[in-house]
Every structure is written in structure tokens, then in C-alpha cells.
């Protein structure tokens, strides 16, 4: 497995938490370690490692500086909003800086995780929370259980022989705690309280609990449970207390690895989209080695939206969370103001599952995001090779949607797509964009007459008098009139089949005109 790099380290916990300052040797850096300075004892030799400058006020690190380099670190961290960024560069150290009020130990334990993140092939990475759930079971003496804020169950113990009651049973069939009034009560008790809390059964039958929130740098991770039957140890309070500042490296370890296997994920997306990646490596990577295709979701530029950089990112946050629930770990990427997703296509008939995910992200995007959102799907491909032809046509096909249209496959634009392409390959070749369309488009112009729309009403109605003058709306003898008039002052050889595909090829293309215009 790599190690972990600054520029890894900085796509987890990098923005609000540690800002960089400076990183004269570049990003790609290994870390190996985050290290509390001890002002009392002699600098160790931990080559990579970052070292917090506890004690160490952010304007006086100059020498702290270059001990690090000297012991082969990587960078040092201080608290504050500046520090030495000239001593940084001219030792060749990396210089983060944590907010004025961080704690030290609070730093440490989300520098730790983070380092300790690798990306993840698969599933959750929380795997050792059912460990740490069996231990604070074995300890306390009741059977235990992990969840996260949103009150769903990432792990449970599973020693033998302790009690349970129904609702333990129907979290776990669920991996989500039953709602209820009485459970928003607790809690909210539950997260009011810095220390373990009792809290009394809810139903006739069920058991009591002894629960404790998770935190990390103030923010609250999940919570901790245990079944409490009246013969929980001692000192289960404290046993608890310290399963839940496990439970918070835990968990800060296993997003640190989510959002480090999503950056790698999103980065190997976008040199598929590209081009630029081994489509067999990707695949094994990703998961995906046959048939897919690209969707893209982007805000309709019609609408103005206040920071759209900021709405851009919250709508990948969107597409993100709707894919991963439908094909779990999945390759979403933010390009150029598109957010770009990898649907797996094996086995897909019609297309019916990849529109229906389009149409529920554009309805849930409008509505978080308060701003229309438009989705296209490219050609399905046969495999990660074919990504940017499929991405080509999901570019496409974003050019014809609207506010009448607000999904679309380029199957079921594919005419309009066809057209809109063949605009692009003639613009530009005078020998593609000569002839008499220019003249009819330049009569109409001058004389305020209809010539242009009139000849595009009759190709698309199959050269037949009635159906154009109905797509006109007027008498056929007036449409009949208009022609004639066009073939007389403009020189257009109606007669002439090859001509007259000519014509209306231009005049819909290069014209922009429709039957329907």
C-alpha cells in the first residue's frame, strides 16, 4: 500500500481544520507520523513525521524548524494563523497551522487519523469497530453497540450469553435504531452530556442503557450503547469512557480512509474521462471491467447561483451520496463545473435504472440546493476504454438540455445531438458552409419575408404543401406562394433532390432553424 503523502493528508483534513502554509520539497511527500514535541527532551529522529510545535508560540519556530529538517521530518505544525514561512522554505520543511483555540491532543488524534488512512478496496473500513464493540462488551458486562450521529448502527457486539431486548434486535436486522419521540428525547440528553449517561427503558420488556457520546475536536462522531440489565461492572462508566475515545480514532480513521479512497477514486475518474489512465488497471481499481457509461450532472448556467463553485461541490456531495447508495464505493469527480459519475452498465436493459437515478438526483439537487439541476447519460461502452466517448456524449447531450428537458440519454436525443455535432464539423469549412441558405437567411433579413422558415416547414413535412403550411399556420396556397417567390429571386432549384438535402442540412444546422421555429 503507498504511504500516506502531505497532499493525501491535506485532501482529509486539509481547508477549515489545518491550512498549509508552505511545502518547498511539494505534496508528495510521504508522512509517516504525527509527533508532540517535548520542549524538555531531545528532538527524536522520525524521518517524515509531522511535528507539532507544542509549546512553542507560531512566530518563535524558526529553530524548531530546522531541528525537524535536520531529523528528517517532513513538516511541523503550529497554532495560529501565521508562522516562519521564509525558515520553512529555506530548510525545506512543510509548515501547517492548526486554529488558535486546537488543542494539542485534539490535532494529534485527527493528524493521526489521517495519516493512518490508507484508501480502502472495499466496504466501510470499520471493521475494527466490531472489535472495539466486543471488548467494551466483555468489559463492561452488556451487550454493546456503535452508531453514528444519524442514529444508524456500524457496529454491535456479539459475545454470547448477554442480555438483549427487541429493539437491540430490530437495530441490528435494520443496522438503524427504531425511531421514536421517547429516542429523540435521549438523544438529545445523550449529546447534552460530557460523560456516560443512564437512560431507562423505553417499553414495557425492553432493558435500560448505558450510553456516552463520541467526539473528536468538538465535533460528535456517533455514540456508544450498553445493554444495561442491573449487572454491568463497576466501573463501567470508565470502561466506556475510554471505548469512546477508541471509538473516535476509530472513526476518524475510517472517514479519513473513505475520503482518502474517494479522492483516488475521483482522480482515476477524471484521467479515464481524459483519456490519459490504463483502462485495465482502472478497472481492477474501481471495481467496474465491463460495460459502463458516463453521467453527468451539472446547475442549469440559465440561473444565476450565488457561489457556484461552493454549489458545484455540494452537488457532487449529492450525486456522490445517491450512486453510493445504489452500487456502493463509487468514482464521482468534479471537472470543469460537471460533476461526472462511472454507472456500472452489466446487465442494464433500456437504461431504465441509470435514467431513473438521473431523474431522483436532479429532483434532490433542486431541492437541497435550491438551483435546477440538468442530467445527461452518455453512450453505454463496453468497457473503461470506450469512458470518453461516453463522456463525449454526456457533454453532448448537456448542451440540448433545458428547462423542458431537464434529463435526457443521448438516445433519446440522438437526432438533435446528430445535427448539433454536424453544426460543429461544417462551422468553419467554407466549403460546407457556402451556398444559398446564406442568400435566403440574407433576403429574409432585408425584407422582413419568412423564405428561410418557410423551406425548413416544408423539408421537415416531407415536401408536402398541406403539412407545412400546418406547421406555418397559414393557407397552403400561401405557403405554395413563398416558394415559388424563394426558387424565382433566389435561384433555388426546388427540383433538385440533392439540393434540396443541401439546403435544409444547412438551414437546420447552420441556421439554427426548426420546423417547429
Known amino acids: 500500500m503507498d504511504a500516506c503523502t502531505l497532499g493525501d493528508l491535506l485532501d482529509v483534513v486539509g481547508g477549515s481544520s489545518v491550512r498549509l502554509l508552505t511545502a518547498p520539497a511539494g505534496l508528495s511527500v510521504p508522512v509517516t507520523e504525527a509527533v508532540l514535541h517535548d520542549p524538555h527532551a531531545p528532538l527524536p529522529r522520525v524521518p517524515g513525521a509531522l511535528l507539532l510545535a507544542v509549546g512553542v508560540r507560531a512566530d518563535a519556530a524558526g529553530p524548531l524548524l530546522r531541528a525537524a529538517a535536520e531529523a528528517g521530518m517532513s513538516g511541523v505544525v503550529v497554532r495560529g494563523a501565521d508562522g516562519p514561512v521564509t525558515e520553512a522554505q529555506t530548510h525545506g520543511v512543510a509548515l501547517l497551522a492548526v486554529a488558535e483555540d486546537t488543542a494539542w491532543h485534539q490535532a494529534h ?11 480502502v478496496p472495499s466496504g466501510s473500513g470499520l471493521g475494527d469497530l466490531f472489535a472495539l464493540s466486543d471488548a467494551i462488551a466483555a468489559a463492561t458486562g452488556g451487550a454493546t453497540a456503535v452508531e453514528d450521529p444519524r442514529q444508524r448502527i456500524l457496529a454491535y457486539s456479539t459475545v454470547p450469553g448477554q442480555p438483549v431486548d427487541e429493539d437491540r434486535r430490530q437495530g441490528i436486522l435494520g443496522l ?31 432493558l435500560p442503557r448505558l450510553a456516552v457520546a463520541v467526539r473528536a475536536g468538538g465535533e460528535t462522531l456517533g455514540s456508544v450503547w450498553v445493554i444495561d440489565d442491573g449487572s454491568l461492572a463497576p466501573d463501567a462508566e470508565e470502561t466506556l469512557l475510554q471505548g469512546a475515545s477508541t471509538a473516535a480514532l476509530l472513526l476518524l480513521r475510517a472517514r479519513a480512509a ?5 479522492h483516488h477514486s475521483g482522480d482515476l475518474l477524471r484521467r479515464l474521462l481524459d483519456g490519459t489512465a490504463d483502462p485495465a488497471a482502472a478497472g481492477h481499481r474501481l471495481g467496474l471491467e465491463s460495460a459502463v457509461r458516463v453521467a453527468a450532472f451539472v ?10 463553485e461552493r454549489t458545484a461541490l455540494r452537488l457532487l456531495d449529492v450525486v456522490r451520496l445517491q450512486c453510493e447508495a445504489r452500487y456502493g464505493r463509487h468514482a464521482c469527480v468534479l471537472a470543469d463545473g460537471v460533476v461526472y459519475a462511472l454507472l456500472p452498465a452489466a446487465g442494464e436493459r433500456g437504461g431504465a435504472r441509470h435514467r431513473q437515478l438521473a431523474e431522483d438526483i436532479v429532483r434532490r439537487a433542486g431541492q437541497a440546493l435550491r438551483a435546477p439541476v440538468r442530467a445527461a447519460l452518455g453512450e453505454v461502452v463496453p468497457d473503461l476504454g470506450g469512458v470518453p466517448d461516453s463522456r463525449a456524449d454526456a457533454d453532448l447531450v448537456l448542451r440540448l438540455l433545458g428547462p423542458g428537458l431537464p434529463v435526457a440519454s443521448v438516445d433519446e436525443v440522438r437526432a ?13 469549412q467554407r466549403e460546407l458552409t457556402a451556398g444559398a441558405w446564406r442568400r435566403v437567411q440574407a433576403y429574409d433579413a432585408e425584407n422582413g419575408t419568412e423564405y428561410a422558415r418557410t423551406l425548413v416547414c416544408w423539408f421537415d413535412a416531407g415536401c408536402d404543401m398541406a403539412g407545412a403550411a400546418r406547421l406555418l399556420s397559414v393557407h397552403p396556397n400561401t405557403c405554395r406562394y413563398r416558394l415559388r417567390q424563394a426558387q424565382q429571386q433566389l435561384g433555388i432549384d426546388l427540383d433538385d433532390p440533392d439540393e434540396r438535402l443541401v439546403l435544409w442540412l444547412q438551414l437546420r444546422t ?4 426548426t420546423g417547429a421555429g
Open 109 to 119: 488524534l485527527l493528524l493521526a487519523a489521517a495519516i493512518g488512512a490508507r484508501p
Open 176 to 206: 438503524q435504531v427504531p425511531p421514536s419521540a421517547e429516542n429523540t428525547e435521549q438523544y438529545r440528553v445523550l449529546f447534552g452530556a460530557e460523560r456516560p449517561v443512564r437512560l431507562p427503558a423505553l417499553r414495557p420488556g425492553d
Open 258 to 262: 473513505q475520503e482518502l479512497a474517494r
Open 299 to 308: 446547475l442549469d448556467s440559465a440561473v444565476s447561483v450565488p457561489d457556484a
Open 416 to 428: 438533435r445531438a446528430t445535427l448539433l455535432r454536424l453544426s460543429e464539423v461544417m462551422d468553419g
Open 510 to 513: 447552420l441556421g439554427g432553424l
